[in-house]
């Protein structure tokens, strides 16, 4: 398995405030699946995201990537299985406005010293389709051009999963389309391992499984999504965030 958690939960709080955001969930990632997280406001989605990425501390449970257990480790060496393992889109891209493009995609590696591999780079790069724009800045880039530097930038360095936190939340529907694709063609043609935390049932039918959270709970499954399909779901969540 890419990820997986067992029993995790994560709460705030205590006494009378405590505020429950995950409760006991189990999940797994297996290598090269393209999975979508989706569910009402306040369901838990980005906090189980955070969890599974070593971004947020649980408060009980265990979480795995690949081998390693994550749940017990110190910072130094979270921090570091972070940076050789894992790799993150954001939607506010999160790119440094004084590098360039290709500086940006390969500023983690940089940062822990590594020698880039300068074919898997250049695979990446043309795959999404970034060759003319490298030396440019950030400014000097669309928002969908922009969101492509940070995902070439989180698949650079070969990481076993990618967490994608509404990555298209930026975009227009166009720019949003062509960055799910290549997001698809990652899984389809490089083998890469992708979560993504969605509101929007047309990103979620890119994926090859839904899950769907309420009140912290995974509470349905969706195999080979369609946006309609997704949307039907959906639908079956009342406003308090449980099925109906």
């Known amino acids: 398995m890419a990820a997986r958690a067992e029993g995790l939960t994560k709460a705030y709080g205590s006494g009378e405030t405590r505020v429950v955001a995950l409760d006991a969930v189990s999940v797994s990632v297996p290598h090269g699946e393209f999975v979508a997280i989706m569910g009402p406001s306040g369901s838990g989605k980005s906090t189980l995201m955070h969890c599974l990425a070593g971004l947020d501390t649980a408060t009980g449970g265990q979480i795995w990537i690949g081998d390693n257990e994550i749940t017990r480790l110190k910072d130094k ?87 994608a936190d509404e990555p298209t939340g930026n975009l227009d529907s166009r720019a949003g389309a062509e960055i799910l694709a290549f997001l698809r063609s990652s899984v389809d043609d490089l083998g890469q391992t992708i979560v993504m935390v969605t509101h929007d049932p047309v990103a979620a039918s890119y994926a090859d499984r839904v899950l769907f959270l309420a009140d912290g709970r995974i509470v349905d499954e969706l195999l080979e999504p369609s946006a309609d399909s997704v949307l039907d779901r959906m639908r079956k969540f009342d406003g308090a965030g449980r099925r109906s």
């Open 77 to 163: 060496k979270l921090t570091q299985l972070r940076r050789d393992r894992i790799g993150f889109i954001f939607q506010a891209f999160n790119l440094l406005p004084t590098l360039t493009a290709l500086e940006n995609i390969t500023l983690p590696m940089d940062i822990a010293g590594r020698k880039a591999d300068q074919a898997w780079v250049d695979k990446v790069i043309d795959t999404v389709g970034l060759a003319g724009r490298l030396k440019h800045r950030p400014t000097e880039l669309s928002g969908g051009q922009q969101q492509r530097v940070a995902c070439a930038r989180a698949l650079a360095s070969r990481p076993d999963i990618i967490f």
